[in-house]
């Protein structure tokens, strides 16, 4: 049984070999505080935060999506789409964005980039986190569902480590998206668990850009869990479930994270019912 951990965006610049720590640390301490016995498996992780964030700073030649009159501010359709869709969700109103715009005079068209430049503003006001986290978001979710060199990339890196074989996957922020659309294209043997936590699989523009085929539960999992803090607005929906996604996911959708990051991995893997679920798969197995 193998234990393979998938991270998320804006992990950049960080030492493969601290980011599993982190993830380790935070599970096995769980396990030690509840008096589960470590199964003794070496949990193992796919490093493409670098290529990911060079391959996207490229795209971007160093502009920006949201600052007003910053040089190369303009953005995609799938970023364009999400972010009007987090402003749908936090209930921006047209006449906040007008106000952000001031003595600007624009259409609310679909195609008009200062429209949604000024509601990504407003939200960076509205939601804590949303100018480090959200941004990020966008722009790497973009990149990598829209642009075949950048999602090939990231591909390359995590499929090594999808061998034929039992295995459990616990995944994080983008690297739900990654994993679920390998699960959806390989023939990996038997996953026990598949862990999504603090998922964008959700948002409406992401699952535009990874269907077809049909949203389901992959064949070789047998088992889905989902977990979400409702605070992470990251998952902007707090369920996978026939009405965001597809039925046959099991959702913890009241997960209360300690730290001011409300998308906190940490957190997450240190949730008792996160921490039994995965032991339970990896033990059931026979390690």
Known sequence: ??????????QEGKPIADLRNVWRDALYGKW??????????????PYYGDVLDQLTRELRSGGSTVPRGAPGAILSRTEEAMIREFA?????????VRAELGSEVVARGPANWEWVQAIGRVLERRVPLFRELGLSLVMQVDAYLNRPHITQAVD??????????????????????VSYRLLRQMNVANVPLFVTLGSPLGINAVKDRIRPP????????????????????????????????SDGIENISDIHNRHEDAHSIIDYLADERIARAIHTALTRQGG
Request: negative net charge; proline residues 6%.
């Open 88 to 96: 749908d969700a936090y209930d921006i109103r047209d006449a906040e």
């Open 156 to 177: 390359d890196i995590v499929t090594a480590f999808l061998k034929p074989g039992p295995m459990v996957i616990v995944s994080h922020s983008l690297g739900t998206i």
């Open 214 to 245: 049909k949203l389901t539960k992959p064949t070789q999992v047998e088992k889905w869990l989902n977990g979400v803090d409702d605070r992470d607005f990251v998952a902007l929906y707090a369920k996978l479930d026939v009405n965001t996604f």
């Open 1 to 10: 049984m193998r234990l393979v951990f998938v991270h998320g965006m804006r």
């Open 32 to 45: 030690d505080h509840l008096g589960l016995l470590n199964p003794n498996i070496e949990p193992e992780m």
